[in-house]
């Protein structure tokens, strides 16, 4: 303790200066050589005991690249450009990433390659998860779909990426094929409908025809109407002839009884007519007419509506057919899954650089940290009272 009057001790800076880092990480140099090199060896033994992984990649680029906007990024397999936060705004790779990410592929593939056994487990649940821990998605700035797919045999990589794009072409085709099929399906169904339908009204119709005459009942008409008039003039012209043989012959005689039973014939075959008995049917009862007309011009309409609509059906069905054949779906692969001839993962030169470094720094703060606590306890401990 200071005596009273003389000046008391000032307390050693806080802050440290360059040379006094310097010298504190001289003096434990040696400690900081020592870790450096143990975590050198072993991070490098860590990094040479982790196993090797190979990737196998394939590209597929959309019909209608180009002409989306598509956000770049690459994520996981389980939510492309979500780590973005945008959303997928080309209908075709959102087509492609659902159909990758259905349970049908997937369960396809470890069938198909008796993953349960490889991965060592019991449950497709558990090699689900595995398998989609190896299944990468992301999508390029020009739009293509990079699928890369990693395991620890190169043979086996490239058979699952194999695998994976034949499913995926496989499942786009069926899906295309089924779109195209059910459009098909619909308008020949429909097409069926109404030939059955127009079937009908015409079987009515040949019925209604035989039942009354009414063929071309349009045209019959004026026909009628011209018959009438003429057997009208007919029966005058016989009335005529008649009265004047009435009045020159005497009763009983064969040329009047002649023209009797002429003039009798022709009122008879006019009554017939009139009243639709005819031989000839030109037209049916006057009396019933009305009726008929409506009826035979609601056949005539529900016919030429069920035509108008096949001939509608008919060019429809052809089309759909066309574009079925045209739109079946091909996946535009710009490039296959190779065969991989080096590692795609540990970076142990990375590994073993990340840890020394690490340790380098830390033990170094270590140092100066340890040297400045001593200096602070010394001055402390100076300081007290005897």
Known sequence: MTAPGEPQEQPPPVDLTLREIIG????????ILRNFLVMAVASAAVALLLPVWFASTFV???????????????????????????????????????????????????????LLRIYKVDTIED?????????EISVSDEGALRVLVTDRDPQQT??????????????????GVAAGQRQTRFIASRIGAVEAELLQIEAELESFTQKYGTFDLPAQIPIFMEKLIEMELELAQAEIEYNIATSSSREGSPELAFLLITRNEIRAQLDKMMAGNSTAKLIPNLD??????????????????NSSILEYLYPQLEQARLKAAKDEPTLQILDYPQLPQKKYKPHRALIVIS???????ISCF??????????LSRSVSGGAPA
């Not at 990758?100 to 198909?112: G, T």
């Not at 019933?288 to 509506?305: F, K, S």
């Not at 270590?366 to 200096?375: G, I, K, L, N, P």
């Open 60 to 114: 597929i680029l959309p019909s209608t690249a180009g002409n989306q906007d598509i956000a770049p990024g690459s994520m996981g397999f389980g939510n492309p450009l979500a780590g973005l936060g945008f959303g997928l705004s080309n209908e075709e790779l959102n087509t492609y990433i659902s159909v990758l990410k259905s349970r049908d592929v997937r369960d396809a593939l470890i069938e198909a390659f008796d």
């Open 158 to 175: 490239k058979a699952l990426a194999d695998g994976l794009l034949a499913e995926l072409g496989s499942t786009m085709m069926t899906l």
């Open 366 to 375: 270590w140092a100066v940290f340890q040297q400045r606590w001593a200096t």
């Open 24 to 31: 504190s990480i001289w003096t434990a140099r040696i400690t």
């Open 355 to 361: 840890a020394t470094l690490f340790t380098l720094l």
């Open 127 to 135: 090699a689900l998860l595995i398998l989609d821990d190896r299944i």
């Open 288 to 305: 019933e007419l009305p009726a008929i007309a409506v009826r035979y011009a609601q056949y005539q309409r529900e016919i030429q509506i």
